[in-house]
C-alpha cells in the first residue's frame, strides 16, 4: 500500500486526475446542443460543430464565437445489502463539476464564401486543467461522473461544402499522455541520507481524429454522420529507490485515463417550417476496447543481499489485471429548436444512455454505471448591446440538464474468500446548468 501511494503520489506531481469520456459528450459543446441533448449530427449551425460534425462549418453564412460555463452536480444513492460488512463509500458521491467553454465558428469571404468554415473549441475545468484519478478497486465510485469532467479538452475542424446538397469536414482532437523514462533515488539506510534523486518525465501529445459528412436532399432535411477517433491518457511512472547494502526496489504504476471509445454518430434534422427544427441522433460507441480503469502496479526487488536470503523473488509482486469486460452501446438524443419570438428561442431535447460497464459482480472491480435517461430545457435571447460597443445583437443562451441513472445492483458473493465488497444498489440524479453569451458576426 505504501509503495502504491508513493507511485500516486510521484503522478500528482504533474497532474492533480479523470476515467472516462470527454465533457464535450457527458454534458454537451455550448447552450444550444446542451439544450437539444446533443442531437447535433446534422442540426449544428454554430461553432460546436467543431465537435458535433465539421463538414457543417462549410456551410457557415457568418462567424460566431461563445463562451460559456458548465456546472454538474450529482444526488446519489449508494445502499449496502447486506448490514453486517462495511461499504467503504468515500466515491459513492462524484464531486462537482465545473468549467467555461469557449467556441468560435470562422466564415471565409470571397470565393470560399459560404463553403469553407474553420471552428475551434476548448473547454477549460475551474478546479485541475486535467485530473488523473484511479480508485482503488475496493472503493465503489462513478464511472462516468466522479473525475471524467475535470480535464482539459480542445478540438479544432474545417468544413467544405463540396455542392449545395454534399459537405465534408475533418478536424482533431488534442490530449497527451504522461510518461516518465525514469524516477531514480539513492539512499542509505544507516545513515538516513539521501545519496541521489533524478526524474525525467513529460507530457506527450496525442492527437486522434473528427471526421464528418452532412447530405441535404432538399433544404428542409439535412442527415449527417461523424466518426471521432478513440481518445486517453496513458500515465507511466518507472521508480527505483537504490538501498545502499541491502538491494534495490523498483515498481511501476501505469494505466490509462480518460478513456472515450471510437464514436460514430449519425443523425437527421428537419425543419417543419422557418421556426422549428426537429433532430434526431444515433451515437454508437465502440466501448468493448475500453481498457482495464484501474491502475497496474509491478514490484520488483533485487541485489545481491536480498538474492542470498532468497528474498529478491519471493517479495516481487503484480497487481491483478481485472478484463473490463465493456460492451459497445447506441445512445439516442432527440431535439427541438422553435423560433418563438424574433429575441427568443426555446430548445429541447431528451437522451437514453445505455451503460457499457458489466455488473460489478466479479473480485477487484467497483464500478457504478446504469443506464441514463435525461431531459433539457434552454432557451436563447438576443439584444441590442446597450453600450453600443457591437453592431448585432448579443444573444444570452442557457440551459437546464436533468439526467437519471437507473437503479442497479451490484451483486457481490459473498461466499468468494477474496471478496471483501458487501452487495450494494445505487442510482443517482444529476443535475446540470450551461449558460453564456454567443456573439454572430
Known amino acids: 500500500m505504501k ?28 447552450p444550444r446542443s446542451a439544450g437539444m441533448a446533443g442531437a447535433q449530427t446534422a442540426a449544428g449551425d454554430d461553432y460546436a460543430s467543431t465537435f458535433y460534425n465539421p463538414s457543417l462549418l462549410g456551410g457557415a ?27 467503504d463509500c468515500v466515491y459513492c458521491k462524484a464531486p462537482d463539476t465545473a468549467g467555461f467553454g469557449l467556441g468560435a465558428q470562422f466564415a471565409f469571404g470571397g470565393k470560399a464564401k459560404e463553403r469553407v468554415g474553420l471552428g475551434v473549441g476548448v473547454y477549460f475545468p475551474t478546479s485541475h486543467m486535467v485530473r488523473l484519478f484511479v480508485p482503488d478497486p475496493k472503493r465503489p465510485y462513478w464511472y462516468h461522473h466522479n ?9 479544432a475542424s474545417l468544413g467544405v461544402k463540396i455542392i449545395d446538397q454534399i459537405s465534408i469536414g475533418a478536424g482533431a482532437q488534442v490530449f497527451a499522455d504522461l510518461i516518465a523514462k525514469h524516477t531514480d533515488v539513492a539512499v542509505d539506510l544507516f545513515s538516513k541520507e539521501v545519496k541521489g534523486r533524478e526524474l525525467d518525465a513529460g ?20 442527415f449527417g454522420v461523424t466518426y471521432r477517433g478513440e481518445m486517453k491518457l496513458i500515465f507511466e511512472i518507472p521508480a527505483s529507490v537504490d538501498l545502499d547494502g541491502i538491494g534495490a526496489l523498483g515498481f511501476v504504476v501505469k494505466g490509462i485515463a480518460h478513456y472515450s471509445p471510437h464514436t460514430i454518430q449519425f443523425g437527421a434534422a428537419y425543419d417543419i417550417d422557418e421556426k422549428f427544427t426537429l433532430a434526431l441522433d444515433g451515437e454508437w460507441g465502440l466501448w468493448s476496447l475500453a481498457p482495464n480503469p484501474y491502475m497496474a502496479v509491478v514490484i520488483d526487488l533485487s541485489g545481491k ?35 418563438a419570438h ?45 453600450l453600443k460597443l457591437f453592431g448585432h445583437p448579443l444573444h444570452l443562451e442557457f440551459t437546464g440538464h436533468f439526467g437519471f441513472i ?34 454572430e458576426f
Request: charged share 20%; aromatic share 10%; glycine share 10%.
Open 406 to 439: 437507473l437503479p442497479r445492483d451490484a451483486a457481490k458473493d459473498l461466499g468468494d474468500a477474496f471478496e471483501v465488497v458487501p452487495p450494494y444498489t445505487y442510482s443517482a440524479t444529476l443535475i446540470g446548468l450551461q449558460a453564456g453569451f454567443k456573439y
Open 305 to 339: 543481499t536480498l538474492t542470498a536470503l532468497g528474498l529478491d523473488k519471493a517479495l516481487d509482486l503484480q497487481s491483478l489485471d481485472q478484463k473490463a469486460g465493456f460492451v459497445d452501446t447506441l445512445n439516442v438524443r432527440a431535439g427541438f429548436e422553435w423560433k
Open 61 to 87: 453564412k457568418r462567424t460566431s464565437i461563445g463562451l460559456y460555463f458548465n456546472y454538474l452536480t450529482m444526488l446519489s444513492d449508494v445502499r449496502t445489502q447486506n448490514t453486517s460488512r462495511a461499504l
Open 3 to 30: 509503495t502504491r501511494s508513493l507511485g500516486l503520489a510521484a503522478a500528482a506531481l504533474f497532474i492533480a486526475g479523470s476515467a472516462v469520456a470527454d465533457p464535450f459528450s457527458l454534458h454537451g459543446f455550448g
Open 203 to 222: 507530457l506527450f501529445t496525442r492527437i486522434a481524429p473528427v471526421i464528418g459528412l452532412s447530405v441535404a436532399p432538399i433544404k428542409q432535411l439535412r
Open 342 to 386: 424574433e429575441r427568443f428561442k426555446l430548445r429541447g431535447g431528451g437522451y437514453v444512455r445505455p451503460t457499457p460497464v458489466p455488473n460489478q459482480k466479479a473480485v477487484g472491480t467497483n464500478l457504478m454505471d446504469s443506464t441514463t435517461v435525461g431531459a433539457t430545457v434552454g432557451g436563447d435571447v438576443n439584444f441590442d448591446d446597450p
Open 147 to 155: 473525475s471524467n469532467a475535470t480535464r482539459l479538452a480542445m478540438y
